[in-house]
């Protein structure tokens, strides 16, 4: 390495003169330099290299093909989101549907006739069953609807009719097939039934 004569015993051996006011000074082989110039010296910068337009090219085709594997993935993730609401809404509903049952054979005879004496429900409302479980609309005092038993988050609960209720995933898509519906009993001994559409989620 080679120090300047100005700098012997004060620069470490760089391969680089020391810059002042005056100009480079001339470099020499010496004796081992000290880490710092004199007052007024400095070592001149190295060269700063930046990025090729072939690397930067070659970064954004990298961040692109990623971006292509990853977007699909995302946007099934929020679809998956979706159907795993129908199928929690789906679970809701069927357990409500058996807590409601039980009770009423308990409490309202619901096992030997198709209609039941009052009962008390959730949030000790009054209310009767038909053919045993809850109907398709809440008509209360009268029958007690299969609302009136679920209490779900993240869906919007829609009585078609007295028979049927729909609990719509409004942020899918199509919210008219992500969904549960409910459809009451139509003759005594049989069982309410509960769908899960997905195709639209």
């Given amino acids: 390495m080679t120090c300047s004569r100005a700098c012997l015993g004060r620069l470490r051996p760089t391969g680089r003169a020391c810059i002042g006011r005056r100009g480079a000074l001339p470099p020499t082989l010496s004796a081992p330099c000290d880490p710092v110039c004199p007052p007024g010296h400095q070592r001149p910068a190295g060269r700063q290299r930046g990025f090729t337009l072939l690397e930067l090219?070659?970064?954004?085709?990298?961040?692109?093909?990623?971006?292509?594997?990853?977007?699909?993935?995302?946007?099934?993730?929020?679809?998956?989101?979706?159907?795993?609401?129908?199928?929690?809404?789906?679970?809701?509903?069927?357990?409500?549907?058996?807590?409601?049952?039980?009770?009423?054979?308990?409490?309202?005879?619901?096992?030997?006739?198709?209609?039941?004496?009052?009962m008390r429900g959730p949030d000790r409302k009054i209310g009767t069953m038909f053919n045993g479980y809850p109907t398709g609309q809440s008509r209360l005092p009268s029958y007690f609807g299969i609302r009136d038993w679920v209490d779900v988050k993240g869906v919007s609960i829609h009585e078609i009719n007295t028979s049927i209720t729909q609990f719509r995933v409004d942020t899918a898509p199509d919210p008219m097939n992500c969904m549960v519906i409910y459809h009451e009993v139509v003759n005594f001994g049989e069982q309410p039934s509960v769908t899960k559409l997905t195709s639209g989620c």
């Fill in 57 to 118: 090219v070659m970064a954004i085709v990298i961040l692109g093909v990623l971006g292509a594997f990853a977007l699909p993935g995302l946007i099934d993730t929020g679809s998956q989101a979706r159907v795993a609401q129908v199928n929690s809404t789906a679970g809701a509903v069927a357990t409500a549907v058996s807590i409601a049952a039980s009770k009423c054979v308990v409490t309202a005879g619901c096992n030997v006739r198709n209609w039941s004496l009052p």
